[in-house]
């Protein structure tokens, strides 16, 4: 019988997965598979919010190589969602190259703490919503919708946790960027 945390593991494995299906979405169909990256996108961030509270259900806690890397899956569901954009045509290779090389940089210098690891996820977040909303706007309202019902729903931990602990962790990285 599996308990919650395997539940939550097997989630967050399965939004690994979904990572191939966007970069297959982009190698075979192209722009025309924007809605349906839509859909892909706000079924692994629900599997990201998910993951999480699960995980913390468990009868049985323990540690696991897939929980103790959460943060990693989530950048490679939007690095995912990076080369599904640079395979349709809406990023330029050039522009994805010199994002990854750049953040590559960052990583081999500071790490992948919590902070840089959502920071390096926002504007392919963000580009990816300004497409969808051009070319496909129905499906880009849907992921609108979602973000702000998620908003509204976390809004107390979010206030408490997530922005504070955001700052945080930028306050750290400034830190150890000026002490060398």
């Known amino acids: 019988m599996l308990v919650a945390k395997q539940v939550a593991d097997l ?3 399965a939004r690994g997965l979904l990572t191939l ?3 297959w979405l982009g190698v075979t169909q192209r722009a025309s598979a924007l809605p ?4 892909v996108l706000i ?3 629900s599997g990201d919010l998910l993951d999480g509270p699960i995980a913390r259900r468990s009868r ?3 540690h696991t190589w897939i929980g103790d890397h959460d943060l990693p899956v989530d950048i490679m569901v939007s690095f995912g969602l990076l080369m599904y954009l ?4 809406y990023v330029d290779l050039r522009l994805a190259a010199v994002y990854l090389l750049v953040w590559a940089l960052v990583f081999w210098r500071w790490g992948v703490p919590q ?3 959502m920071l390096v996820q ?3 977040y963000g580009w990816f919503l300004w497409v969808a909303l051009r070319d496909a706007p129905a499906s880009g309202l849907w992921v609108v919708a979602w973000v702000l019902a998620v908003i509204i729903l976390t809004w107390p931990r979010a206030l408490q946790e997530v922005v504070p602990g955001w700052l945080s962790g930028m306050r750290d990285v400034w830190d150890q960027y000026r002490r060398g």
């Open 11 to 13: 989630i967050t494995i």
């Open 21 to 23: 299906l966007l970069i």
């Open 36 to 39: 349906l990256a839509c859909w």
């Open 43 to 45: 079924l692994a961030w």
């Open 60 to 62: 049985i806690s323990y």
């Open 86 to 89: 640079l395979a349709a045509g």
């Open 115 to 117: 902070s840089l690891g």
């Open 122 to 124: 926002a504007p392919i």
